[in-house]
């Protein structure tokens, strides 16, 4: 189904976990102290490569957000949702980031070798759907 239109990012990267895509950047991460249903979580300022899914309101951890799913634009897993509104005044500052699930993603140091992996069955994913 055509090609996947997907951001190269440069230094270092967390990863989807699955296809190896590029997601975010290091120097994008803001806290690592999150939680979600699946254990740890990080927050981001800014992540790629995601398509969203829909927005709806939530209650995590006991504070109502309205968020909306993200997915890997590539293998389509889920990975996390952005904060599009906070209820609360001191959760402001989390509208407009994302929240990766840190199950769902890996940590990238060693990107270039992931990269010819995902090359060569990214092929053979295609045929089978
Ligand atoms: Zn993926």
Do not use: P
Not at 37 to 63: C, D, H, M
């Amino acid at each position: 189904m055509g090609r996947v239109f997907l951001v190269d990012l440069e230094g270092k990267t967390y990863n989807c976990k699955f296809c190896k895509t590029q997601l975010a950047r290091a120097d994008q991460l803001i806290s690592k102290a999150f939680h979600c249903s699946s254990g740890r979580a990080y927050l981001f300022n800014k992540v790629v490569n995601i398509y969203f899914g829909q927005t709806e309101e939530r209650t995590l951890l006991s504070e109502t957000h309205t968020v909306t799913d993200i997915f890997c634009r590539r293998c389509g897993q889920i990975l996390g949702w952005k904060y599009e509104k906070s209820h609360e005044e001191s959760q402001k500052y989390k509208e407009g980031k994302f929240v990766l699930e840190r199950v769902r993603f890996i940590d990238g140091e060693f990107d270039s070798e992931f990269y010819i992996d995902t090359r060569s069955s990214s092929s053979d994913d295609e045929d089978t759907m």
